[in-house]
């Protein structure tokens, strides 16, 4: 499985970005989950979105109402609309899949996906 993000980069608190995540060895299925993580220095990498195959959708409270984690399975290709964005979302921004179930209370934790990207940079100034 490769993932390979794209569409980081440095904007003004208010503006808008989306991330996107090729995914190529990945076979998207019913139990199959996807998601957004961050990191800045020094700290742990937080779950931001994810997405099950079936739709099912999960955020992080302090993204609620600004993000939006969505995938088109025809293009094999995650996506993470950003608006509203704030100087707290500068990070490193990474994609991450699994295969197999896991559990809702487990969809935005690290430990819970197996594969990830190289990440993208979003940097937002006040």
């Known amino acids: 499985v490769q993932l390979v993000e794209s569409g980081g980069g440095s904007v003004q608190s208010g503006g808008s970005l989306r991330l996107s995540c090729a995914a190529s060895?990945?076979?998207?299925?019913?139990?199959?989950?996807m998601g957004w993580f961050r990191q800045t220095p020094g700290k742990e990498r937080e779950g931001v979105a994810s997405i099950v195959g079936d739709g099912s959708t999960m955020y992080a409270d302090s993204v609620k109402g600004r993000f939006a984690i969505s995938q088109d399975n025809d293009k094999n290709t995650l996506y993470l609309q950003m608006n509203n964005l704030k100087p707290e979302d500068t990070a490193m921004y990474y994609c991450a899949a699994q295969r197999r179930p896991v559990s809702w209370w487990a969809r935005l934790s690290r430990a819970a996906f197996d594969y990830w990207g190289q990440g993208t940079q979003v940097t937002v100034s006040s």
């Open positions: 060895g990945y076979t998207y299925s019913t139990y199959s989950i």
